[in-house]
C-alpha cells in the first residue's frame, strides 16, 4: 500500500516537473528534452517487439520510412505535418506487415540477422533515390510544425509521448501483451492453445513500427532536417542499448535507459568525445551488476548495503 | 466419430516414422497409444495436432478434413495436447502459468485492451474463475504461487495437462503425461487424467507404461515401425502374438 502511494506521489511529481520546468528551462535544455521524448517513443516502441521474442537489429530504419514519408509527402505535395506524420507511421505499419510475414517465421538470431539487414536496406535505399529523399546528403528544409520556436514542441511531444506511453503499457499489461509475451517463451506451448505464432509476431512489429514511424515523423518535422545515416545500423543498436540497460524486463526500463544514456554524452561536456567509451562502460557494468538494468539499481544498492559482497554475486549468477 | 486418420504416413527422408496408419476415436472413449521406442508414436501425436504435415493420408476431425491445417487452428477446433518435455511458461508462477493460457485461448481484441472497455473486464473476471476451478480439478491448488521452473517434474507435466485443458479441448493428446514420475507424482497424474475424462474430453494417451494403460483405457492402440500391429480392448491386445513379439523379441512369441 505504501508503496503504491509512492507510486503514485512520484508519478505526479514527475507530470508537474515536466509541466513547469520548461518555463525555467534555457532553449538548449528544452532542445534535449525533446529529443529525449522522441527518443523514449522510439526505445518504447521496440519494446513492445522485444516482447514478443524479437530483437530487431533495425527498428531505427522504421523510423526512418516514417520520418521520410512524412518529409518527401510535406515538402513535395506541401501537405500539412499533422496528415503527413500518421501517415509516416502507417507507411512504416504497412512495411512492417509486409516484411512481417516472411520474418516472423524466423526466430531468436536468425530474425536479429534478417531485421539487421532490412534495416540496411532502407537506410540504402533513401540514399539512392536522390531526387526524392536528398541521397546520402539528407533532406534539407523540411516543413516545420511550429516553426524554430521550441516551447511548442516541447508540450506537443511531451503530451504526445505520455498517451504513446500510455497505450504501449495497456497493451503490454493486458491479454495480448501476455500473447506476445507468451509467444517469447515457448512457442510450441502458445500455439497449441490456439495462439497464431507468426500472425502474434507481426502485430508486436506492426505496433512496434507504427510509433516509431510516428518518433520518425516528429523528428522529421522538429529537426527540419533528415540523412539516412540518423536512422543506421548504430542507432538501431543504441536503441537495444537503452532497452538493455535500462532494464528488459520492466516497461520503465526503455524509458529510464534512455534518457540516462542519451543526455550523458550532453553533461559530460568538455569529455563528449568519450561518451561511447562511458556508455560501453555502463553497459558492461549493469551487464554484470545489475541484470535487471538501471532501474533495479536503487534496490540493489539497499540489498548491497544490508550484506554487503552477497548482493552482488547474486546479481552475477542470475540467469 | 471424433478423430479419424486414414492411411497417415510420415517419411523423414527414407525412414517412415508412421506408415499407412487408419485409427478412428470416437467421443468420450480413452485410447492408449502404445509401441516400442521409436515406433512412431510422438510423430503421430504431432501429425494429428499439425506440429507436422503428412507425407500421405488424411486426418478427419469432428467429420471435417483438417489434413495440413496450421497447430493454432486446430488447437481453436479443438485438438488440444501436451508435450513430452513440458514447455511452460518458466519464469510464470503456477497460476500465472493457467492464466497466460487461458487468457491466450481467450479471443483477444486490441481496443478492448487499449480502451479498458467493462466487457473486457467481464471477461477477464471469468478467466480468473475457470482458472481456480481448473487448478482445482487437476490438484495443483497447493502449489499456486511456485514458480514452473521450481516444481517437480511430475507438477511441471500435470501442469502442462491443465493448461493444455484452456482451449475446453474436444479431444486431447497426452504424449507421455507420466514419463518420468515418481510413485507420488504418477498418482497425481492419474487422477487428474481420470477427472478429465470424466468431464466428458476424449483422449489419446500415449504411454510407456503399460500396465497403467491398461488399468486406464477402454481401447488400445499399438504401433511398432510406424504401422499398427494391434487395436481393441487390453485383453484383445495382451493376447495379440504381434504385439508380444514386438515388446518381447521374436523368442517369447514362439
Same mark, same amino acid.
Given at each position: ?17 515536466? $509541466? ?7 532553449? #538548449? ?47 513535395? $505535395? ?40 532490412? *534495416? ?14 536528398? =541521397?546520402?546528403? *539528407? ?9 524554430? !520556436? ?9 503530451? /504526445? ?8 503499457? %495497456?497493451?503490454?499489461?493486458? %491479454? ?65 542499448? #537503452? ?9 520503465? *526500463? ?19 568525445? #568519450? ?45 | ?5 486414414? =492411411? ?10 508412421? /506408415? ?34 503428412? +507425407? /500421405? ?24 495436447? +501436451? ?49 481456480? @476451478? ?11 504461487? @511456485? ?10 507435466? !500435470?501442469?502442462? $495437462?491443465? @493448461?493444455?485443458?484452456?482451449? /475446453? ?16 507424482? +504418477? ?14 474430453? +476424449?483422449? $489419446?494417451?500415449?504411454?510407456?507404461? !503399460? ?30 502374438? @504381434? ?12
Amino acid at each position: 500500500m505504501k508503496n503504491k502511494r509512492f507510486k503514485a506521489f512520484s508519478v505526479i511529481g514527475l507530470v508537474v516537473l515536466l $509541466l513547469l520546468g520548461p518555463l525555467f528551462l534555457e532553449s #538548449y535544455y528544452l532542445h534535449l528534452a525533446i529529443m529525449v521524448f522522441i527518443y523514449v517513443i522510439v526505445a518504447s516502441s521496440l519494446r513492445t517487439v522485444y516482447i514478443s521474442g524479437q530483437l530487431s537489429l533495425g527498428h531505427a530504419a522504421f523510423m526512418a520510412i516514417g520520418a521520410y514519408t512524412s518529409a518527401v509527402l510535406a515538402k513535395t $505535395l506541401h501537405w500539412s505535418p499533422w496528415y503527413t506524420v500518421p501517415l509516416g507511421a502507417l507507411a512504416s505499419t504497412a512495411v512492417a506487415i509486409g516484411i512481417g510475414f516472411p520474418f516472423s517465421r524466423l526466430r531468436a538470431i536468425y530474425f536479429s540477422m534478417a531485421s539487421l539487414f532490412f *534495416g540496411i536496406m532502407v537506410t540504402s535505399s533513401a540514399g539512392l533515390a536522390p531526387g526524392l529523399t536528398g =541521397g546520402f546528403n *539528407g533532406l534539407h528544409a523540411i516543413p516545420r510544425l511550429f516553426g524554430f !520556436v521550441r516551447m511548442p514542441y516541447y508540450y506537443l511531444f511531451l503530451v /504526445s509521448t505520455l498517451l504513446i506511453l500510455l497505450i504501449l503499457y %495497456r497493451v503490454e499489461h493486458s %491479454r495480448i501483451g501476455m500473447t506476445f509475451k507468451s509467444v517469447a517463451q515457448s512457442h510450441l506451448a502458445a500455439s497449441s492453445r490456439g495462439i497464431n505464432e507468426g500472425g502474434m509476431r507481426i502485430l508486436a512489429s506492426a505496433i512496434g513500427a507504427f510509433f516509431a514511424g510516428i518518433a520518425g515523423g516528429c523528428y522529421a518535422h522538429y529537426v527540419g532536417f533528415i540523412a539516412p545515416a540518423q536512422f543506421g545500423v548504430m542507432t538501431s543498436i543504441l536503441l537495444i542499448v #537503452y532497452l538493455i540497460t535500462g532494464g528488459k524486463g520492466s516497461f520503465t *526500463g526503455p524509458i529510464v535507459g534512455t534518457v540516462i544514456l542519451y543526455l550523458t554524452p550532453y553533461i559530460m561536456g568538455g569529455f563528449q568525445g #568519450y561518451a561511447p567509451f562511458f556508455q560501453a562502460g555502463v553497459l558492461i557494468a549493469v551487464i554484470f551488476l545489475l541484470p535487471e538494468g538501471m532501474i533495479s539499481l536503487p534496490g540493489q544498492l539497499m540489498s548491497w548495503l544490508r550484506k554487503p559482497g552477497e548482493g552482488r554475486r547474486a546479481a552475477i549468477d542470475a540467469p | 466419430m471424433l478423430l479419424e486418420t486414414i =492411411g497417415l504416413t510420415k517419411h523423414f527422408g527414407g525412414l517412415a516414422a508412421v /506408415s499407412k496408419v487408419d485409427m478412428s476415436i470416437e467421443q468420450g472413449q480413452i485410447v492408449g497409444l502404445i509401441g516400442p521406442n521409436g515406433a512412431g508414436k510422438t510423430t503421430l501425436i504431432n501429425l494429428i495436432s499439425g506440429f507436422m504435415q503428412p +507425407t /500421405s493420408g488424411r486426418i478427419l476431425f469432428d467429420g471435417e478434413e483438417v489434413t495440413g491445417k496450421k497447430p493454432h487452428l486446430l488447437a481453436r477446433m479443438g485438438i488440444g495436447r +501436451t508435450f513430452q518435455i513440458t514447455p511452460l511458461f518458466r519464469e510464470f508462477t503456477t497460476f500465472k502459468n493457467l492464466v497466460a493460457s487461458f487468457y491466450l485461448s481467450a479471443d483477444r481484441s486490441l481496443w478492448g485492451s487499449i480502451l479498458n472497455t467493462p466487457r473486457y473486464r467481464k471477461k477477464e473476471a471469468n478467466i480468473l474463475k475457470e482458472v481456480e @476451478e481448473n487448478m482445482e480439478l487437476v490438484g495443483l491448488s497447493k502449489v499456486r504461487d @511456485e514458480l514452473a521452473k521450481n516444481l517437480p517434474h511430475g507438477y511441471q507435466k !500435470v501442469l502442462d $495437462l491443465a @493448461e493444455a485443458l484452456a482451449i /475446453s479441448p474436444k479431444l486431447l493428446l497426452l504424449d507421455e503425461p507420466m514419463g518420468g514420475m515418481s510413485q507420488e507424482e +504418477t498418482d497425481l497424474a492419474l487422477r487428474a487424467i481420470k477427472r478429465v475424462h470424466a468431464k466428458g474430453t +476424449t483422449i $489419446l494417451l500415449v504411454e510407456h507404461n !503399460v500396465s497403467i494403460v491398461m488399468g486406464l483405457c477402454q481401447r488400445i492402440i499399438v504401433i511398432n515401425y510406424g504401422e499398427k500391429i494391434a487395436d481393441g480392448s487390453p485383453e484383445e491386445v495382451r493376447n495379440n502374438k @504381434e504385439v508380444v513379439r514386438a515388446y518381447f523379441g521374436g523368442g517369447y512369441a514362439a
